[in-house]
């Protein structure tokens, strides 16, 4: 971030000296056409997430309505289908998943970035390896073995399996966060007779905000977005979480492009909200953006 | 991201707190991080940076310091520990013996030895699947970076509204597979779709895009491309943001063209991040199910079958568990080897 701060300041030098080489009527002109080709490329990226939107304000099937824009498909599908339900069901799972995973995560993440040895290595390894695995093969054996504890069709089991597969990265993004509080204000305070909890909880901690919410970001996405787990696990309707919903609902009502883009909306919302209002925390590559840190 | 307000927070109250000096050596670290020389600029910009946080300060890893007790680690570490073993390392287990076993989802059946994976490697199936697995890795990987970096550096550039395109672009990342898988359904799989009718009247006939094998595993290798270059847009972003500006005048200077540049000076200063972009993303694309699934669910013919989707297919369309199992465990195995041989090129720098 800072060394950021630093390149742009450096630009902003080097434009404000451009003037007086007399070049500054061709780049204005060369910015403006880069906008317009990112305009245009903005435009094409974002037709797919535009039709969504689009097309479930269009008004419903066999409707007489005649205005452009209506909310009628929104209206039936909240009437008509359990969407509440699973609205519900994915809010709970992936607050559950996000709350577990940070509170697992921070202290485990304070090994990673603090402990220096063989076996702190070796955590750090394992971690590594287990994000790296197909999630197809642990659900096969959680499978049966959940069906013997009856977890198979519960929103339990599909949240102990989100936080057993967030919580890698998890783990690895918060031990990159307190790599960058340093360490010698924990040392002051244990000085002071401060125990490594302790400081922890008011130093270490109280500092990683930031940290703490791209974690919590990551793992909301991951948990709201999942589809194989929810899949394989979720089987009565009233069970489902809004992935499987949206899929199934699509599957009956394909023609009926308005009510089930009207289910997409209610699934595509809460991820772009937050995207919205905190893009700032999203790290988008989880893992990558710890280990490029390194 | 050094939450530098934050820290010369606490360390204003550490230094009241206990009376000393003790705050002022971490706000000489703070200011150093804040402005850095060009020389260091230059090693951090090769390791790059990113919203991870900007790594350790220089030199801080290799000072012996008391630190907390292994014991208090341990206890600190303990609840990922446990989960680590039940959610991952048992299934893992679980798996392995699983797949030497002609069992079901519900007995665990009679032990036959390699005959699953003898099965398995037999079945033109499994190397169908190996070979689109393979397709869809690379055009995944490198597709997705060179739109991501060839934004990256467009972004880079001085644009009106620069940020606003930095954060509309994130969003085929950011919205659910679900959602965007059916909106693709909605523009390509049916007859009445736009793409179909587009085709038609550019003169290009009757094209099916997801029933024809070919065009079906463009589609879906575009699509993968379409939800993952954001990543690599961050990425790339984030490593040239750290790229010392110096550098490019120097250039400017001696005048290096742009190519030039951008080959010369630009790629191998963001080589490591490009590095760690291509392993993490090759990952993703191996083990993604829902992309492919979502869109074609396999087809046409298997087409579009990677060896994720086959093994789901094969234990819980098809109830064979144990050759499921063998094709999960296999890619497990694979992935684990490259995986760890990554892991020590990436971080040998560092501890091991």
Not at chain 1, 250 to 258: H, R
Request: proline share 6%; with cysteine.
């Amino acid at each position: 971030m800072s060394t950021a701060a630093v390149s742009e300041s450096a630009d902003a030098t080097a434009s404000r000296a451009a003037p007086t080489t007399g070049k500054k009527e061709p780049e204005t002109r060369g910015s403006w056409l880069r906008f317009l080709a990112m305009l245009v490329i903005t435009a094409v990226v974002l037709v797919p997430i535009v039709a969504v939107v689009l097309l479930s304000l269009r008004p419903a099937l066999g409707s007489t309505s005649t205005a452009p824009f209506t909310l009628e498909n929104f209206l039936n599908v909240f009437s008509q289908t359990e969407v509440l339900t699973w609205l519900k069901n994915s809010m709970l799972v992936t607050v559950v998943t996000v709350v577990v995973s940070v509170a697992v995560a921070a202290p485990a993440g304070y090994v990673l970035s603090r402990g220096r040895s063989q076996l702190v290595s070796g955590f750090s390894l394992v971690l590594f390896v287990v994000q790296s695995l197909p999630i197809v093969t642990a659900v096969i054996p959680l499978f049966i073995l959940f069906a013997q504890f009856g977890l198979v069709d519960t929103l339990t089991g599909i949240m102990i399996i989100y936080v057993g597969s967030t919580m890698s990265v998890a783990i690895w993004m918060m031990a990159a966060y307190y790599d960058s509080i340093p360490i010698s204000l924990e040392e002051a305070a244990w000085m002071d007779g401060c125990t490594v909890f302790g400081s922890f909880l008011r130093i270490v901690l109280r500092n990683s905000l930031p940290g703490i919410l791209s974690t919590a970001i990551f793992s909301f996405l991951l948990a709201w977005n999942d589809y194989l787990v929810a899949l394989v696990f979720l089987r009565s309707s009233e069970k489902f979480v809004l992935p499987v919903g949206v899929q199934s609902f699509f599957q009956q009502n394909s023609t009926n492009w308005g009510l089930v883009m009207a289910v997409a909306v209610v699934m595509m919302l809460p991820p772009v909200i937050l995207f919205a209002t905190l893009n700032r925390y999203f790290s988008v590559g989880g893992i990558g953006g710890s280990l490029a840190g390194q | 991201m050094l939450p530098e307000h934050d820290q010369d927070e606490s360390n204003a109250s550490a230094t009241h707190h206990d009376g000393r000096d003790r705050g002022a050596p971490a706000v000489k670290d703070v200011r150093q991080v804040s402005t850095p020389t060009a020389g260091q600029s230059l090693t951090r910009a090769r390791k790059g940076v990113a919203v991870g946080g900007s790594g350790p300060p220089p030199g801080k890893r290799k000072a012996r310091r008391p630190g907390p007790s292994p014991l208090i680690l341990l206890a600190f570490a303990a609840p990922s520990l446990i989960l680590l073993l039940l959610i991952n390392l048992y299934p893992l287990i679980y798996a392995g013996w699983q797949s030497l076993r002609d069992g079901s989802l519900i007995s665990a059946g009679d032990f036959v030895g390699l005959e699953n994976y003898k099965d398995v490697l037999t079945d033109p199936v499994f190397w169908q699947a190996t070979r689109f697995t393979v397709i869809f890795t690379v055009v995944g990987v490198f597709g997705s970076w060179a739109v991501g970096l060839a934004l990256a550096l467009l972004l880079k550039t001085r644009i009106p509204f620069n940020t606003g395109f930095k954060v509309l672009l994130l969003l085929p990342w950011v919205v659910p597979v679900v959602v965007s898988a059916t909106s693709w359904n909605w523009l390509v799989a049916t007859p009445q779709s736009p793409m179909p009718i587009l085709a038609e009247a550019l003169g290009l006939g009757n094209v099916l895009f997801l029933a024809n094998p070919l065009l079906a595993q463009i589609t879906v290798c575009v699509f993968k491309v379409w939800i993952s270059f954001p990543f690599m847009m961050t990425m790339m972003a984030a490593a040239l943001a750290s790229v010392d500006s110096n550098v490019y005048e120097a250039a400017k200077v001696d005048g290096a063209s742009k190519w030039k540049t951008l080959k010369d000076i630009t790629l191998p200063m963001i080589s490591r991040s490009t590095y760690i972009s291509w392993i993490l993303m090759t990952i993703f694309c191996v083990n993604d199910f829902s992309t492919i699934f979502l869109l074609t669910g396999g087809g046409p013919v298997n087409a579009t079958q990677s060896l994720v989707v086959l093994a789901y297919v094969t234990v819980f369309q098809n109830f064979q568990t144990g050759p499921g199992v063998a094709i999960a465990f296999l890619m497990t195995f694979v992935l684990v080897v490259i995986s760890v041989v990554l892991y020590r090129r990436i971080r040998k720098v560092q501890i091991l």
